[in-house]
């Protein structure tokens, strides 16, 4: 498949700057660490159940950014009367297999088919914690279009999906909706692929979401990297930041770029209000399962960055501004 990019080099994408998904001898330093114990991984009991109000979910205000985090990095974005739907997750595990791999610590808070009416999907990339065949096919057989990548459209279209419902867009390319609404594709330090023999075969991004009144930065999966000023030089400042803050290992710091570095790039962004997401939700590193969300609190305050916790399920409207929800101490 050739594809028409700066990026893209005849075989494989690349990124944004010179980046090893992991470094010479990692392979095996990570094999190491899987023989030994590392407390606090998973949570000692599961969490949840979480639910959302979906009667207050039926109205979408016209005039501000309502949020109800849905587990790792999907999320029921309200924006100026839309409603935009982040990588949805519904499966259980993050992984090829049905009986293994990493299994979520509390199912999604919304019944798949109590989700109320969704205007786009947003589609970062096609790893398994991002992309759930199941959950992606089914919302498209209810007519819902999807914004993505570059292959990730056609990935969906090779699963039968309708191909008028998918839009495929490179980075810096833009969607307009009409009434004021753009979407912008814009560039992620990351990687794709479903299994070891597809890497880079698809685009990974990020995407900026602007309504008439508000501007909205949707990181998924990233490591850190200059092009974070650029964006917000060009695109921002956003009312509101979503930003990779877990599943970090100096192992991959190049792709995952964990707390303080979210932080950092919430700044570069200039982010008014940071939301961290892919954390809580996954065992998918090393760390403690809470470790994500305690050093974001510590970095985020020695930079006076504002910080926007819901709980899962929870629908809250960001111009109540800093709101640490505390949810999940009662599960340590």
């Known amino acids: 498949m050739n594809y028409s990019s700066d990026h893209y080099n005849g075989k494989i994408f690349l990124n944004p700057v010179p980046t090893d998904v992991m470094g010479k001898g990692s392979f095996g330093r990570i094999m190491k660490m899987y023989t030994k114990i590392h407390p606090g991984r998973t949570p000692p009991k599961r969490l949840g159940p979480f639910s959302a109000d979906l009667s207050a979910l039926e109205q979408t205000p016209c005039d501000t950014v309502r949020v109800t ?9 309200e924006i100026d009367g839309k409603k935009f739907l982040t990588d949805p997750l519904w499966y259980q595990r993050a992984s090829p297999f049905a009986a293994l791999g990493p299994k979520r610590f509390f199912d999604n808070p919304i019944p798949i088919n109590q989700l109320p009416a969704i205007d786009h999907i947003l589609l970062s990339h096609d790893h398994f914690d991002h992309l759930d065949k199941d959950a992606i096919l089914h919302l498209l057989s209810k007519d819902l279009p999807v914004i993505t990548m570059l292959g990730v459209g056609k990935r969906l279209i090779n699963w039968g999906a309708d191909k008028s ?13 009409g009434n004021g609404f753009v979407i912008t594709a814009l560039p992620a330090r990351h990687f794709s692929g479903r299994w ?4 880079f075969s698809t685009l ?18 990233s490591g850190y990297y200059e092009g974070f000023k650029k964006i917000g030089d060009k695109l921002g400042p956003f009312d509101l930041t979503m930003l990779d803050s877990g599943a970090y290992n100096r192992e991959w710091e ?30 998918l590193a090393f760390h403690p ?11 985020a305050a020695t930079r006076n960055v504002p910080l926007f916790l819901p709980t899962p399920g929870e629908t809250r409207d960001i111009k109540d501004g800093a709101y640490n929800s505390t949810w999940w101490q009662p599960y340590m």
């Open 165 to 177: 419902l998918v839009t495929e867009l490179d980075w810096w390319q833009q969607k307009e909706l």
């Open 69 to 77: 985090w849905l587990g790792h990095s999907s999320t029921l974005l």
């Open 196 to 199: 070891l023999n597809d890497r």
């Open 289 to 299: 399962w809470t470790e994500p969300v305690e050093r974001v609190i510590k970095a």
């Open 254 to 283: 190049s792709i995952h770029m964990g707390p303080e570095n979210a932080v950092q790039a919430n700044v570069d962004l200039k982010g008014k209000l940071f939301m961290p997401i892919h954390w809580g939700t996954f065992n």
């Open 204 to 221: 990974w991004g990020s995407f900026a979401i602007k309504g008439p009144l508000h501007n909205v930065y949707f990181g998924a999966d």
